[in-house]
């Protein structure tokens, strides 16, 4: 990671949370769950309560646009945020 740079950070007090647009360089696309390392350092919280939305490359470039949620508690997270459901196995 060359760098990590916050473009628009903005409160939204009706779901709790931090909305949060930034801007990060790269050799290969970011995992989420580095950026939400990165991002719980930068703001002070437990990695647990970032969610990152989506993660933007700008073509022909190593620079990433991340779009991304920082929530005041995890029962706010999973209350708000919907859940992932994992496949179930196939049988062969």
Do not use: C, W
């Amino acid at each position: 990671m060359e760098y990590f740079k916050v473009i628009s950070e903005r409160e939204n007090g009706l779901f709790s949370r931090k909305e949060i647009i930034a801007e990060m360089q790269n050799a290969s696309s970011p995992k989420r769950t580095d950026i939400e390392t990165i991002m719980s350092g930068k703001f002070s919280v437990a990695p647990d309560l970032v969610k990152v939305d989506r993660i933007i490359p700008k073509f022909g470039s190593d620079i990433f646009t991340i779009y991304a949620k920082i929530y005041k508690s995890k029962e706010e997270k999973e209350s708000i945020e919907p859940r992932i459901k994992t496949p179930a196995a196939t049988p062969q």
